[in-house]
């Protein structure tokens, strides 16, 4: 596997929510540029 830049989603088979994972890269991207 290679790797993800950016969010990953999550579906759980429990409840078929969908989650989205964050990576620490990132989640420090979204903090140090955050969109708009």
Do not use: E, F, H, N
């Not at 596997?1 to 969908?18: D, E, I, N």
Request: glycine share 14%.
């Amino acid at each position: 596997g290679g790797s993800q830049s950016g969010p990953m989603t999550y579906v759980s088979p429990k409840t078929g929510k969908q989650y989205i994972l964050l990576t620490a890269a990132a989640a420090r991207q979204l903090i140090l540029s955050p969109p708009g």
